[in-house]
């Protein structure tokens, strides 16, 4: 088989385009997100992190070591945006349970701007979730076939 053979069997497995839409959808989402928070007065980071300690509420405590696995940063980088937003009073910090933690938490000014920022990307989500769900569904569907086509041909082989 030649060159082209081999392409179209790599494009039945891998569907590059679905692939490149989805992440083009997710790119879109956070550009506009970024753009946002800054038009907000924060960084894009820092509007992660508000959300990820508002996120967490409830179901885990805020630490330093929480928020930089929530997003995906390191401890040090979580501690510059702690420190940067805790100069602007939108959150605090508090000593944890056993006194070696410390616990982040949101002040009213850092409510109210995530309040505001959230609601813009829920509106944002119902006019492009759609394409990005599409996507996804896509991706997804042919995953499943793969998986089962793959698992199939295992087994023939087995026997």
Do not use: N, W
């Amino acid at each position: 088989m030649g060159r082209g053979g081999s392409r179209v069997a790599e494009r039945r497995f891998t569907d590059y385009e679905t692939l490149a839409d989805l992440r083009y959808q997710l790119r879109r989402f956070q550009r506009v997100r970024e753009i946002a928070a800054r038009a907000a007065g924060v960084a894009p980071q820092q509007y992660q992190l508000l959300l990820q300690v508002k996120g967490l509420d409830g179901r885990g405590a805020a630490t330093i070591g929480a928020l930089a696995e929530r997003l995906q940063i390191s401890h040090h980088g979580v501690v510059q945006l702690v420190d940067r937003l805790a100069r602007r009073h939108l959150i605090e910090r508090r000593p944890g349970e056993d006194r070696r933690e410390v616990v982040v938490r949101l002040r009213p000014p850092g409510e109210t701007l995530l309040r505001r920022l959230a609601g813009y990307s829920i509106a944002e989500l119902t006019t492009e979730g759609p394409r990005l769900v599409a996507s996804l569904r896509r991706l997804l569907a042919q995953s499943t076939r793969r998986g089962t086509s793959s698992t199939r041909g295992r087994r023939k082989g087995r026997r």
